[in-house]
Each structure stands twice: as structure tokens, then as C-alpha cells.
């Protein structure tokens, strides 16, 4: 036979299904409740196993997932309770498998729609082993002070309003889950509060039902009066008289039966239940609310007088000393989730970044405020994409065309340079691209790709200076610091760069002024008067047009073309057009499946003698 009291305040349950706001909600009850230890002990998710984070008060706790209810149950066999969120397709076989498992006392079912034959199966195997069924279709009960089933009671202000934080003195059963929730307020604001509240559901063959929960509560001594909601349909209260009439329920009982407007209506009505709906006189809610009133129960006159006559029948027992009122409880404050708090606008929180060049928080994605439909329609490619995202402004389209063009030159110098060996050397060593990508940028820098920001730098400082270029000379020799964009290995005078040729083409035809151009090519003429090859290179050109361009937009300031090049985008522009070049080089070892590269001894000078 099972004990009258289902809950304690110890008592911890499986949650069967991964219901993540419900278990929430537990745990806030539990820590306004002052409970030590949280009601929720492990969490069944078929097939899955690990830990669910969750919030007990201000910490943070981990609550255990198991693959199945048999190693829940062996794992934590002190949890006898189990609420069940299994649909209503597989809740039949889980409640069984709970009802066979020895540690489980009680269950609740929190489907609806569970077939009526499989619902009657459930109870009649619970009644076999003396185990408790709520539901199915509940939204389960609650303990007030002790514990609470899933989302009973609804939100925690409601549940602190309501006094359900601390015991009180009155058991409540229905069939109603959300009525339930209006009772509880009802019960609060009547009396000393609510001690347990159940909601068997609404089915037509609940797992338990309201007598069962009446008896409950007349066996324990704490509950020192009972409020019961019923239901149109059905002949459950009608054995509530008979109890009544044997004098087999002794403590005061208010109770009323919802559906008396039934008689409104011509035909049969079902008032939203399965089972609200009188098939015969005897189960409409009018004749039941006659037959309790007959029988002794406190019935209202209608629904609208429910918390008058809880009122009467609690001060009646307060004046004759069989209740003496539960003193208030101050419950801690539980603190709201930082979503739920952004999401009501109670808090402001400062950002970690400030980002002004893309937005992918609107319905379309925008680069610089300039959707990204419309980026494809105005086929500004990626030098467009690179002005908005590096400039923050949509640049001309020569301007465009000459970042485009230098990405497409810096794209490969052969495979002997360090940032396409080093890549070629991690390939071979059967690294991913990522990594080797990683491995020959890495390598960029002062001696390898850095001649462009230099020579924007140097020629840009030595042109608005002043400086003739003899000046600018002497004075980087007295440094003893080459000239940065100057020289090449193979290049010449006479031999020359065809992609510099083709840049320089290309600015003079298109960008209003060139100084600095101008400038770097009079130091040309100085150098290679030297030495044939100390040429103005690629990069050196690059460098010295790009400041050119920015010049020649006229839609930067003097200081913003000072931080452009400070920032270090002309490196970016190496870096972005290098990796096309690093990326052949991957894919060409691996689509020959070249194997691990060892320098070759002739390669290395040994002198380990050198001291």
C-alpha cells in the first residue's frame, strides 16, 4: 500500500525526455523553497549520454544524462518519482518500463492523446504494485514547500504569489491542469495556503483519480481541509458522495463541478477534456454538485463563489483551533536569466566589440550598410567587396580594378619563395590546408612581403618631405636600411618586370595624379645607374600606386591615408592575393600525392666544429 505522502522535501525525480524549461522551472522552485538538494536527479534522453547545465539559485550545477531509465534508475536508487515527457506515442511503453522498475513509486504522464486502452492498462498495473499515477494529460502537481512536477504552477512569480514557496494548510486535487493554476491563487488569497495540488488530467481514465487523492489527504495530518475541483462527464465525484456518506471523509471538504452551463446548449457538449461530457443526467455537473451539496460537501453556487466558501470553511477552523495559520516565508529572490532579462529589456550589459563594416543581424546580410543583393546586382566584385569591408566606402571603379589587379599579381611567385615552400613542406608532411596555409603565411613579413608597406611608407614620408631623391637616398644609406620596393633578382632595365610595366599602364591612364609613383620612379633612375637590376619591383609599385589611389579618389583625408597604410592594409592586400598562390601549391602536392620532404645533406653546410 502506498504511503499517503508522495513528495518531501528530499525527494528527487528522473525526467524522462529532455525538457529543458521544465527542469529549470524545478530548480528555481526548489531553491525558493530552500531545499538543499535539487529535486531533479538525472535526466533520461534515449540514446544520449552527458551532463545538462542548469542554474540552482545563482549557481551553476550539472545535472547527469542517461541513454535509458534502467541506468538512471541503478545510478541514482534513492530517486523514486519519475516525470514522463515521452510523447504520447512511445509514454505507454516508458511508464511501464517505470512501473516495473522497483525504485519508482510514483509517475506522471504529461501526454495527451495516450489511446484510452493503454491508459487503463497503466493505471490497472499501477493499482497491481501500490504505485502512483498523474496523468495522463497533466500538467502534474505540486508540494508546496517541497517539490514540484515539471510546470506546475506556471512562473516562479506566480508560484511566490501564490504562497506555494512554503506549506500551508488545504489539499486540492482536480482534473484541470490549468485551473488548477487559477485554484492555487484562489487557495492563497483564502487561507493559509496550499500544503499539496494535484491535476490527475483530464482523460477519460486517469491513472489516479480525485477520491484516491482525497483519501490521500485524509490520512495525512497536516492537510486539514480539502478543496476539489471536478468536472462535467463522468461518475468519479458521485463516489466522492458515497465516501462522503459513509463518513469515510471527515475533514471539510469544498468542492465544486465545473460545467453547469451545459444546459445552455440543445445536444452534448465536451467542455475541451476527453472527459467533459455527460452521457447521462447523473453526470452532468449540475446533478453532481446536488448530490455533494446533499452529501455535506461545501459546494458554491457557482465557480465565482469558490474562494468565498474555502474563506468560510479555513476561518471556521481557525476559530476552533484545528488550523493554526502558517506563518509567512520570505523566499529568496531568484534571478532572472540573462536572455529573459535582455529579452524584457531590464538590463543593459556592454559589448565585448564594436563592429561597423558588416551586419548579419538584419533580415539580409549588409557589408558597410550595403545589402548584399546589391552587392552581386552592381558586379562591383571584389574589389568593391574589399572597399566596403576594408575603406568602409564604395570606391570608383578604377579603384576597384587596381586592388583586384593587385591581388591577382601577388597571387604566386613560383614555389622556391618561403611562404609557397613552407606551405609545399607541410602538404608533404600530410597536414590539413588550413594549417598549411597557416604555415606559409607565417612567413610574411619584413624580408617576405613586407617591401610593400615599406615602400608606401618610405617613398610616401621622402615625396611629401620634400626630398629629392639623391636626398632620399643618402639619407636610407645612412640608415644602412635598403631602399624597401627596389630590386630584384632577375629583373632589369633590360630584362623588365611585365606585371610592373603593366601597373604602371594601368595608373597612368586611370588615376587623376600620381606623385608618389612619379617620385619612386625618379629614385629609379638613380639606382639603376648603380646596379641594372635595383629596379622599382612589383611590390615597390604596388605600394607607392596604392598610396597614389588613395589620393586620387579624393574621398580620403590626409590623416586617413596615414592610417590606412599604418593599419597595415597593404600587407593584408600580400596576404589576401599570397594565399590564392599558397592554396595551388597545397593542391598541386596533394593531387600528386607527393611524399614527406627531408632537405638533402648537400643542402646543409655541417661546421660543428665552428667554435
Known amino acids: 500500500m502506498m504511503k499517503p505522502e508522495l513528495f518531501t522535501k528530499d525527494t528527487t525525480a528522473i525526467i524522462y525526455g529532455y525538457q529543458q524549461n521544465a527542469i529549470q522551472r524545478m530548480l528555481d522552485f526548489d531553491y525558493v523553497c530552500g531545499r538543499k538538494i535539487p529535486s531533479v536527479a538525472v535526466i533520461v ?27 538512471a534508475a541503478a545510478k541514482f536508487p534513492g530517486t523514486d518519482v519519475m516525470i514522463n515527457f515521452a510523447s504520447f506515442r512511445s509514454s505507454y511503453s516508458s511508464t511501464m ?63 511566490v504569489e501564490s504562497k506555494l514557496h512554503r506549506p ?30 494535484i491535476a490527475i488530467g483530464g482523460d477519460s481514465y486517469p491513472g489516479s483519480t480525485l477520491l484516491e487523492h482525497i483519501l490521500r489527504y485524509e490520512a495525512i495530518k497536516e492537510v486539514k481541509m480539502i478543496a476539489v475541483l471536478g468536472e462535467i462527464g463522468g461518475t468519479e465525484e458521485l463516489k466522492i458522495v458515497e465516501h462522503l456518506k459513509k463518513g469515510l471523509i471527515k475533514k471539510p471538504l469544498v ?96 559589448t565585448s ?28 566584385g571584389i574589389g568593391g567587396v574589399i572597399g566596403l569591408l576594408w575603406f568602409r566606402r564604395e570606391l570608383p571603379p578604377y579603384a576597384r580594378k587596381f586592388l583586384e589587379t593587385a591581388v591577382m599579381l601577388t597571387a604566386d611567385h613560383g614555389p622556391a619563395v618561403s611562404g ?7 602538404s608533404r608532411a600530410g597536414k590539413d590546408i588550413i594549417s598549411c596555409l597557416a604555415s606559409g603565411l607565417l612567413t610574411i613579413g619584413p624580408r617576405f612581403g613586407g617591401a610593400i608597406d615599406g615602400a608606401a611608407q618610405n617613398f610616401k614620408r621622402a615625396e611629401e618631405a620634400g626630398l629629392t631623391p639623391a636626398q632620399f637616398m643618402r639619407e636610407m644609406k645612412a640608415k644602412n636600411v635598403p631602399i624597401p620596393g627596389i630590386g630584384h633578382k632577375v629583373k632589369s632595365l633590360t630584362n623588365p618586370d611585365m606585371r610592373v610595366e603593366l601597373l604602371k599602364k594601368f595608373v597612368r591612364k586611370n588615376f587623376k595624379i600620381t606623385p608618389t609613383l612619379d617620385y619612386a620612379l625618379a629614385v629609379e633612375q638613380l639606382t639603376t645607374q648603380k646596379k641594372g637590376n635595383l629596379i622599382l619591383n612589383v611590390d615597390g609599385c604596388i605600394g607607392v600606386c596604392f598610396v597614389d589611389l588613395l589620393k ?20 593584408a592586400l600580400f596576404v589576401l592575393g599570397r594565399t590564392i598562390g599558397i592554396f595551388g601549391h597545397v593542391f598541386d602536392q596533394k593531387r600528386m600525392k607527393q611524399p614527406l620532404y627531408r632537405v638533402p645533406y648537400d643542402e646543409i653546410a655541417y661546421m660543428t666544429e665552428l667554435k
Open 97 to 159: 518500463e517505470a512501473l516495473e522498475t522497483k525504485t519508482i513509486n510514483t509517475i506522471t504522464v504529461i501526454a495527451e492523446g495516450v489511446p484510452e486502452r493503454r491508459a487503463r492498462q497503466i493505471a490497472a498495473r499501477a493499482k497491481e504494485l501500490g504505485k502512483m499515477i498523474i496523468g495522463p494529460a497533466t500538467v502534474g502537481g505540486i508540494k508546496a514547500g517541497c517539490f514540484k512536477i515539471a510546470n506546475t504552477a506556471g512562473t516562479i512569480d506566480n508560484i
Open 168 to 197: 500551508g494548510s488545504i489539499g486540492f486535487v482536480s482534473k484541470s491542469g490549468g485551473l488548477s493554476n487559477e485554484c492555487y491563487n484562489i487557495i492563497a488569497r483564502n487561507s493559509d495556503g496550499l500544503y499539496e495540488g
Open 420 to 426: 609557397a615552400h613552407n606551405a609545399i613542406v607541410a
Open 353 to 380: 566589440f564594436i563592429n561597423t563594416i558588416s551586419n548579419d543581424k538584419k533580415e539580409e546580410l549588409e557589408y558597410c550598410n550595403v545589402p548584399i543583393s546589391k552587392v552581386l546586382e552592381s558586379e562591383m
Open 255 to 350: 468542492i465544486w463541478v465545473t460545467g453547469t452551463c451545459a444546459k445552455m446548449f440543445s445536444g452534448g457538449v465536451q467542455f475541451g477534456h476527453a472527459g467533459a461530457k455527460a452521457n447521462s443526467d447523473i453526470e452532468t455537473a449540475d446533478a453532481k454538485n446536488k448530490a455533494l451539496r446533499e452529501a455535506g460537501a461545501v459546494v458554491p453556487d457557482s465557480f465565482d463563489d469558490y474562494g468565498d466558501k474555502i474563506k468560510k470553511t479555513y476561518e471556521a477552523l481557525v476559530r476552533k483551533g484545528v488550523i493554526k495559520p502558517a506563518a509567512e516565508v520570505i523566499p529568496p529572490t531568484v534571478p532572472m536569466d540573462y536572455a529573459q532579462a535582455v529579452k524584457e529589456g531590464k538590463i543593459r550589459k556592454p
Open 552 to 571: 586620387s579618389c579624393g574621398q580620403f583625408s590626409q590623416k586617413e591615408i596615414d592610417d590606412i597604410i599604418a593599419l597595415g592594409m597593404l600587407n
Open 45 to 71: 534522453d534515449p540514446g544520449r549520454e552527458g551532463w545538462h547545465k542548469a542554474f540552482f539559485g545563482k549557481a551553476e550545477i550539472l545535472i547527469p544524462i542517461a541513454p535509458d531509465l534502467k541506468t
